[in-house]
């Protein structure tokens, strides 16, 4: 299951382009769409494999959404803004996370932050 998309919402957001019609993603979209992934991981259990997706820009933030509950991520938007290097960079940065963090695969840290996710209000 891919959780999720691009949002609605304007929540927060002071940009003149807030007012235009459509869905909004990238970093705007990270913390709303990472608490959904949470509620969703917890809804499913641990077996259905959840793609992390909605304003993942650094290796970081693909972290985070595997400690929220993701399985695998994608992104698009962080690709207008920081170039087609950005995947690999993702990759190595999260290599460097699972050495840092003492980890044996990025896998294990999945989960690790569902009850803090779940608790941010969407
Ligand atoms: C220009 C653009 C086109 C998109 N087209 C589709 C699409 O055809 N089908 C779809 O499911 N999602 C589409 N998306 C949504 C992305 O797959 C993704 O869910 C969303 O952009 C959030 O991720 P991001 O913050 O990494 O961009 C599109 C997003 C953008 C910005």
């Known amino acids: 299951m891919i959780v999720s998309n691009t949002t609605l919402s304007r929540h927060g957001l002071a940009s003149s382009h807030a007012v235009e019609a459509g869905g909004l993603s990238g970093r705007p979209l990270f913390a709303r769409s990472t608490a959904v992934l ?3 991981r917890r809804r499913l259990g641990p077996e ?59 896998g294990a840290l999945r989960d690790t932050a569902l009850a803090k996710w779940e608790a941010t209000p969407i």
């Open 48 to 106: 259905v494999v959840i793609v992390g997706v909605g304003g993942i820009t650094s290796a970081e933030t693909a972290a985070e959404k595997i400690r929220a509950g993701a399985d695998l991520v994608q992104l698009y938007t962080g690709m207008i803004y920081d170039g087609p290097a950005l995947p690999a960079r993702v990759v190595r940065g999260l290599s460097a996370i699972v050495q840092r963090e003492g980890v044996a695969s990025i």
């Open 38 to 40: 949470a509620r969703m």
